[in-house]
Structure formats: structure tokens, C-alpha cells
């Protein structure tokens, strides 16, 4: 019987995420970009699935939830506000899927807009988990702010 190792999952901290996404997020140019797009990117998502079907968008957004219960609880509840303005957002604006895929696309070409003026490449690129830490840091950025 041969014994294969299973990799380990390192579990970050809510703070090591932010350190390491930080780190390709420093112009303040680049950073105004995201703070806009990031949102702008999550709520079209939310849309391009309610459109396609309601079910799998509230379990995969239930889903999404938990991996930042997981990290921090007030990042869970402010995402989970978020959520609910984005439902809001999408009751006041019920466009189609070809709408939603075109603020998508929009929101993503001011990332990469962005990253172009940070020189520095997408934390996504290294892991795809960074794209759930994107909207944790406009989050975490919007409760400092509201700390401070």
C-alpha cells in the first residue's frame, strides 16, 4: 500500500490575506480603481447569476459567506450587508445577463487598468482565492475608515 501526502491547506489569517493583497495594492491611483471596481465586479457577478438562476446564486453567495465567517466575523456581517445592497441594487436596476457581463468585462478592464499603473500583476494570478479577498479589503478599508 503506497501512502500519498495530501498537501496542507494553509489557513491564512484575515490579516495575513490582507498583508499579502496589500502588497500589489499600493498606488493610490491603482487603489481608487479598485475600490470601485471591486464592488462593481461582485454586484454584476450576483447579477449575471440571478439572471441565470436564483437558486444557485443565493447558495454559491451562502458559500461565498462562509469562507468570511471563517476569517473574521465583522467582515462576515459587512459582507453579508453588502450582499443584501447588492440584491437591492439589482431590484432597482433588473437588467438582463448581457448587461450585468458587460459591467463585468468594464469593471475588469479598470483592474487591469490599474494594475498596469501599479506595475505589478493581479494577487489572483498566484491564487484564486485572492478574488474573494479583493472585496474583503475594500470591506476592511470602508471599516477603518469608519473606525478612524
Known sequence: ??????????????EQWLSEYSVSHQNLVNKKIHWLCVPTIFVSLLGMGMSLSVWFTLVLSALVLLFYMRLSTPLFLAMGMFILICLSVMAAMP???KAWATV?????IGQFIGHKIEGKKPSFFKDLQFLLI??????????????G
Open 1 to 14: 500500500m503506497s501512502r500519498h501526502r495530501q498537501p496542507k491547506m494553509s489557513k491564512r489569517t484575515l
Open 134 to 147: 479583493g472585496p474583503a479589503w475594500v470591506a476592511n478599508s470602508l471599516m477603518q475608515r469608519k473606525a
Open 95 to 97: 437588467w438582463g445577463f
Open 104 to 108: 463585468f468585462v468594464v469593471a475588469w
